[in-house]
């Protein structure tokens, strides 16, 4: 059964860094491309940040530039978002999500694949 699984959301202060990891699971091969998105209630869903397998490549959002890192641990089978200097407008419901965008791509139609998500919670 194909899985993703989010962790490592929670409750942080101001100016605070959180890591979240996926894990991915049940593929036959990898997939072509992780995303991780956000979203509050009530509001549209946002992609963060995306990489590809094959070769590492990575795209970010203009909120996340700077701030959010992803990155792939194969050997781990997660893809990691470590985000720092979070801001109360980051609280959200952080999901994971798998595709085929080639070019990678944060449009949320180019994932098929979706976690439950991890819910941030930036406050003081």
């Known amino acids: 059964q194909v899985q993703l699984v989010e962790s490592g959301g929670g409750l942080v202060q101001p100016g605070g860094s959180l890591r979240l990891s996926c894990q991915v699971s049940?593929?036959?091969?990898?997939?072509?491309?992780v995303a991780w998105f956000r979203q509050a209630p009530g509001n549209w869903r946002e992609g963060v940040a995306c990489?590809?397998?094959?070769?590492?490549?990575?795209l970010y959002s203009d909120s996340a530039k700077g701030r959010f890192t992803i990155s792939w641990d194969k050997a781990a089978n997660t893809i990691d978002l470590q985000m720092s200097t979070l801001n109360p407008g980051d609280s959200n419901i952080y999901y994971c999500?798998?595709?085929?965008?080639?070019?990678?791509?944060?449009?949320?139609?180019?994932?098929?694949?979706w976690g439950l998500g991890t819910q941030v919670t930036v406050s003081s």
């Open positions: 999500a798998a595709g085929l965008a080639d070019p990678i791509s944060l449009d949320e139609e180019e994932y098929v694949v």
């Open positions: 990489i590809r397998e094959s070769d590492g490549e990575v």
């Open positions: 049940g593929f036959v091969l990898e997939p072509h491309t």
